[in-house]
């Protein structure tokens, strides 16, 4: 998974090396943010109550038009928590007191679109988008020190957002993206049934040569 | 050139907040990295015994060794477990005037396959613990429950409560209750006691009545 993250990481530095941000109109363009996320319904009352800032998405789209572009997105958000030490039933008869974690990294990889409504003028320039493909989910629970659940899958994933695009100046077309996205994750693991979360995230766009 | 210099510095930026991934185990304490796991026979009635007699010593469990110690943590441990069995209210005895419980503790630091299996811990219990030693020679064990299976390359401290006072008429010594710690830092003097007590606390109908 590690290496997984690495290799998108190194993959976008070289695309960004590789191409001067030179403001031409180019049809295709790529966003690098980070991400803070908040884990939604169960996702956030049975596994991970805190936010986290541990997560990054970019996306490669090719304009289509003006209005309308269409590419690939990509991202990372690690989850995190440790609860209390608790006694847990494992069944009829046996008892564990435990500090329970749980350590989540969900790798979204989608086909997402995004319209601009105001065709990419303006100084603050709003966007929707949406996406859809698959996540892979690297979900570990411990019991102290000891892993008691643990597995790597792939889920469903479909994406909705909502954001402005902010050029550096009037003819750039580089500039500051700020938005929001809801993710719908249905996983269905070990009794847990969704790792749907809002990610906000703040990051920079450009056109690539 | 200035734009593509600032932003890689923004996408290198995005990547070093974003890419970290935080550790479970090592975010733990040592007390944080204990887990205290007991079970028990679902058909016992604990209210049912009112004595127990604990061994003097611990036994020390490596590979298919198994001696017997008593060190400062081992003296600390078995003190412990006193102090909680008169707690639940049971009458410590000695091993001779029939005790209606027997208690072992066992400190366990390998089974021979190097990896800590509790059905392999049961399965060589009369290993560990002659039946002779509680006055029933030839008796053999019986576990009437088993834990998940766990295994791991590091120790564990197993505290055992054997049915002694129906021993004769069911010609075998059943294992009524188990307590065992895992972890960091098990085998230390000045925690023993609040380790047992967690054993304890979460096993309620351990209690007898005075």
């Known amino acids: ?209 | 050139m200035k734009k593509t210099g600032a932003l890689l510095a923004a996408a290198a930026l995005i990547l070093s907040l974003g890419a970290c991934q935080k550790d479970a185990v090592s975010n733990l304490s040592t007390e944080e990295s204990r887990i205290y796991i007991t079970d028990h026979d679902s058909t016992v009635n604990f209210s049912s015994y009112k004595t127990y007699s604990i061994s003097d010593s611990v036994a020390v469990i490596d590979g298919n060794q198994s001696t017997k110690q008593l060190d400062e943590a081992d003296a600390a441990y078995i003190t412990a477990v006193k102090k909680y069995m008169d707690g639940m209210g049971y009458t410590q005895v000695t091993k001779n005037d029939n005790p209606d419980l027997g208690v072992d503790v066992s400190h366990i630091i390998k089974t021979s396959t190097g990896l800590i299996s509790y059905p392999d811990y049961w399965g060589y219990y009369d290993y560990y613990y002659d039946p002779y030693y509680w006055g029933y020679g030839g008796y053999d064990y019986y576990v009437p429950y088993a834990y998940d299976v766990y295994t791991v390359r590091e120790g564990a401290l197993s505290i055992d409560l054997l049915d002694l006072k129906n021993a004769a008429s069911t010609n075998k010594i059943k294992l009524v209750w188990t307590g065992v710690i895992r972890g960091e830092g098990i085998f230390n003097t000045s925690t023993a006691d609040s380790q047992v007590k967690a054993l304890f606390d979460q096993s309620p109908y351990l209690k007898t009545n005075d």
């Open chain 1, 1 to 209: 998974m590690k290496q997984f993250r690495i290799i998108i990481g190194a993959a976008l530095l070289l695309v960004i090396g590789s191409t001067a941000a030179s403001a031409q109109s180019g049809q295709l363009k790529l966003d690098l943010n980070y991400n803070y996320s908040l884990p939604l319904g169960s996702f956030k009352s049975d596994l991970i109550n805190q936010g986290s800032g541990r997560g990054f998405s970019g996306s490669l789209q090719y304009g289509i038009n003006n209005k309308w572009a269409a590419g690939l997105g990509v991202g990372f958000q690690d989850y995190y928590q440790k609860y209390p030490r608790a006694v847990y039933q494992l069944d009829k008869t046996q008892s564990v007191s435990a500090v329970l974690t749980n350590s989540i990294q969900v790798t979204p990889i989608m086909a997402k679109g995004t319209f601009m409504p105001m065709g990419g003028k303006g100084a603050v320039q709003p966007y929707i988008s949406v996406g859809a493909g698959a996540s892979l989910v690297d979900f570990k629970q411990y019991l102290g020190e000891f892993t008691s659940n643990s597995k790597t899958s792939a889920s469903f994933v479909a994406q909705g957002g909502v954001g402005v695009n902010i050029p550096f100046g009037r003819l750039s077309a580089s500039g500051i993206k700020i938005g929001a996205d809801y993710n719908y994750v249905p996983y269905k693991n070990f009794g847990y049934n969704n790792l749907s979360s809002v990610n906000f995230h703040a990051g920079v766009f450009f056109p690539l040569r």
